[in-house]
């Protein structure tokens, strides 16, 4: 068994219970882990005392190159549940977590399950009051909205009413995730699969969102809840899509005390395939519900589904290179109408009831450095290109002039132009 030691001092327990157990052929701190990455480690034994927040990114990288291999932290005993580390580990599905003092041979018995580790990743309650302990780890908004955990995406699509298109809904969002390069699961509580792109994975009832997001395979996961609207099992939806009737005579009987009650999540409509579902879509944004969109058409599909998910799409403020970013578009949130609530009046219009935020979609975890390097030298080469096509054509025309192939204005034209191509050219040093 080949082991690493990852952040285990050498007076930890399980540092000589390691060499009796296998080979240790690698020991470190967490910054080394990429070297560690390099062998196949069937073990790696880590301290979650030396372990800081800005860890657990190396260790998911870890986990992404070496899948395979086991990973076992040993857990100070008064440490508390709900520790920025100790739940980040559970968010990266390390579930081996073992009270330091528990021998190795002991911890390796069985593999951990979330069960085993669940209580870890619960914030902890405040002794007096029951309220959860502040943590003092603070969220930052700047400009930029970049992912704040590692947890995967749940996107339910729901229906106010039956077959008002919500499968083909979740089909069409999924898609476009796919289309953008995103990894995207898709889930059905009725098990109704419409047809979907080969690299979208497909599941039914037999798993929940809920298990899905502990996998942590796909950033995103599209749930199609039927009419249980934000519905997601037993896992916190993050956007809650929101399928209308297709015809105002349908909707207005949606709007009724058996409507689904409001959550906390964002919520983006879309009114169903149908002659009024323009109306339909301004009418729900008319009443304060939240932004709604109109069924696409074959040349919008592609629009609509980018501005249904605006909320949870990874966005920057515009700015630079604004020919290399895709179009804006209006993102907002909302809930849905609280049961009994009267429907909206369809001959008032008192204009949109969110103001539209412009922003501009970048990759999948927000736009690094290395991100903006490769688009800034992408724009050059390509300008560049276009500029070398150009002076080409210029050039030749010139020739064609100065030869009495072009003449009049024309030939007068190329002939100005092809000077200050060889003007250009001979300040670069290509001619002399």
Not at 279 to 301: H, I
Request: charged content about 15%; aromatic content about 6%.
């Amino acid at each position: 068994m080949l082991i690493g030691l990852c952040a285990v001092g050498p007076d930890h327990p399980w540092r000589a219970e390691a060499e009796h157990l296998g080979s240790v052929t690698w020991i470190g701190d967490p910054a080394g882990l990429g070297l560690a990455a390099l062998s196949p480690l069937d073990l790696l034994l880590a301290d979650a005392a030396r372990l800081t927040p800005q860890d657990l990114s190396v260790l998911r990288a870890f986990r992404v190159q070496r899948p395979e291999t086991r990973i076992v932290v040993s857990v100070p005993a008064d440490a508390a549940p709900g520790g920025p580390v100790l739940a980040g580990l559970v968010a990266l599905g390390i579930y081996d977590l073992c009270t330091i003092g528990t021998p190795l041979a002991d911890a390796l018995t069985r593999p951990a399950t979330y069960a085993d580790a669940a209580r870890w990743g619960l914030p902890p309650e405040d002794p007096v009051g029951g309220a959860k302990a502040d943590l003092g780890v603070k969220e930052v908004v700047r400009e930029r909205v970049v992912a704040t955990s590692a947890r995967p995406t749940l996107i339910t699509v729901s229906g106010l009413l039956p077959g008002v298109g919500a499968t083909s809904a979740a089909a069409g969002l999924s898609a476009w995730l796919a289309g953008k390069g995103h990894a995207v699961a898709f889930w059905s509580a009725q098990g109704d699969f419409p047809a979907l792109p080969a690299d979208v994975p497909a599941f039914d009832a037999s798993e929940t969102p809920a298990g899905l997001i502990r996998r942590h395979e796909w950033p995103y996961i599209v749930a199609d809840t039927g009419t249980a609207s934000g519905a997601g099992g037993d896992a916190e939806a993050d956007l809650c899509v929101v399928v209308l009737p297709g015809t105002w005579a349908r909707a207005q009987r949606a709007w009724s005390p058996e409507a689904p009650a409001g959550h906390d999540a964002p919520v983006m409509a879309v009114a169903g395939p149908g002659p009024e579902s323009a109306l339909v879509a301004q009418q729900w944004a008319d009443a304060g519900y939240g932004p709604a969109f109109a069924w696409p058409t074959a040349k919008q599909t592609l629009r609509t589904w980018e501005q249904v998910l605006s909320p949870v799409l990874p966005t920057v403020h515009p700015g630079r290179a604004w020919w290399r970013r895709p179009p804006a578009a209006a993102r907002g949130g909302g809930a849905l109408p609280a049961p009994g609530a009267a429907p909206p009046d369809p001959g008032h219009h008192p204009g949109p009831a969110v103001s539209p935020v412009v922003i501009y979609h970048e990759g999948p975890y927000g736009d690094t450095l290395g991100q903006r390097l490769v688009r800034r030298l992408g724009s050059l080469i390509e300008w560049s290109f276009i500029a070398a096509i150009v002076g080409a054509i210029v050039w030749i025309a010139g020739l064609a002039a100065q030869q009495g192939l072009l003449t009049g204005e024309v030939g007068t034209w190329a002939l100005i132009a092809h000077g200050w191509v060889a003007t250009v050219l001979r300040a670069l040093g290509v001619s002399g």
